[in-house]
């Protein structure tokens, strides 16, 4: 809701050729006391003000010599492309209402003046024109929000990711169908997990032998949506070398606590697991 300060407080341009209609629009807003009013009678000077001062309100007269109120308009729109301009025109002819809104008055006032209609059509347009700024404000700052939480949240997964990389050789991600969504670092080389036959069949094939007892106990526990912590499992290489993979995962479900998938890490712990090394 936008207050009654608030409008008051609003900056307010009186457009007219004629000082006496300016003295008596200034008498009138200065009694309902509004605080801000500037005015002229020479309507080229019109788009500089407002380039200078953005008014929340420009009361401008249609008849002036040199250039009209429409002229006026044309100039300002130029302006505001893709703003909201407030003006409320001032007129003696009623066939230029339709003209005026047409070419972006948002309101219009009657010569002679009834100053309680005055004062209230001004009242209303400044509310409107308030709550635009409000909208317009609220739009950027929540693009501004939008802008520092995406650069938070990239530093954030960089983080993770060189957090990842240090504490670990791979880091995986897989859906609830077993297929791999996310992936640091040999995952498809190095996890030996019965999923994605292609990758198994390509690694059996270069002569590597899983144990699979081990290999057993893992897919176990991914099935069973389990989740293990330095589980390790080994494999003979072609050279004949015996290496030692540890490997910690879990399931993730989302808020309903429907299973959506695993995510875990792994390293290569196999100067760990030589003799002299293992820790009894």
């Known amino acids: 809701?936008?207050?009654?300060?608030?409008?008051?407080?609003?900056?307010?341009?009186?457009?007219?050729?004629?000082?006496?209609?300016?003295?008596?629009?200034?008498?009138?807003?200065?009694?309902?006391?509004?605080?801000?009013?500037?005015?002229?009678?020479?309507?080229?000077?019109?788009?500089?003000?407002?380039?200078?001062n953005r008014y929340d309100l420009i009361l401008l007269d249609l008849q002036m010599p040199g250039m009209d109120g429409f002229q006026v308009m044309e100039e300002l729109k130029r302006i505001e492309t893709d703003g909201y301009l407030p003006i409320l025109v001032i007129t003696a002819q009623p066939n230029h209402k339709l003209r005026a809104l047409t070419m972006g008055a948002k309101d219009f006032v009657s010569k002679p003046f009834d100053l309680i209609e005055v004062q209230n059509r001004i009242r209303n347009m400044l509310e409107v024109r308030l709550l635009y700024k409000n909208l317009e404000y609220y739009n950027q700052s929540l693009e501004q929000i939008v802008a520092e939480r995406t650069i938070e949240l990239s530093a954030s997964e960089e983080r993770f990711r060189r957090l990842t990389e240090l504490s670990s050789d791979w880091y995986w991600e897989q859906d609830a169908n077993g297929?791999?969504?996310?992936?640091?670092?040999?995952?498809?080389?190095?996890?030996?997990?019965?999923?994605?036959?292609?990758?198994?069949?390509?690694?059996?094939?270069?002569?590597?032998?899983?144990?699979?007892?081990?290999?057993?106990?893992?897919?176990?526990?991914?099935?069973?949506?389990?989740?293990?912590?330095?589980?390790?499992?080994?494999?003979?290489?072609?050279?004949?070398?015996?290496?030692?993979?540890?490997?910690?995962?879990?399931?993730?479900?989302?808020?309903?606590?429907?299973?959506?998938?695993?995510?875990g890490i792994g390293k290569d712990v196999t100067e760990t697991m030589r003799p002299g090394n293992i820790t009894p």
């Not at 629009?25 to 407002?50: F, H, R």
């Not at 494999?235 to 695993?262: A, T």
């Open 1 to 52: 809701m936008i207050s009654t300060t608030e409008i008051l407080n609003s900056s307010i341009l009186i457009v007219d050729d004629q000082l006496s209609n300016v003295l008596l629009l200034e008498q009138m807003l200065e009694g309902a006391g509004y605080t801000c009013i500037a005015s002229t009678t020479d309507p080229t000077k019109v788009c500089g003000l407002y380039q200078k």
């Open 179 to 263: 297929q791999f969504t996310m992936v640091y670092g040999p995952v498809h080389e190095m996890l030996g997990i019965r999923i994605n036959n292609d990758v198994l069949d390509n690694v059996e094939e270069q002569g590597i032998i899983w144990d699979e007892a081990e290999r057993l106990v893992l897919e176990t526990n991914l099935v069973a949506r389990k989740p293990f912590l330095d589980f390790v499992y080994s494999r003979n290489k072609p050279n004949g070398q015996r290496q030692y993979l540890m490997v910690s995962g879990e399931p993730v479900f989302d808020p309903s606590g429907r299973f959506i998938g695993y995510r």
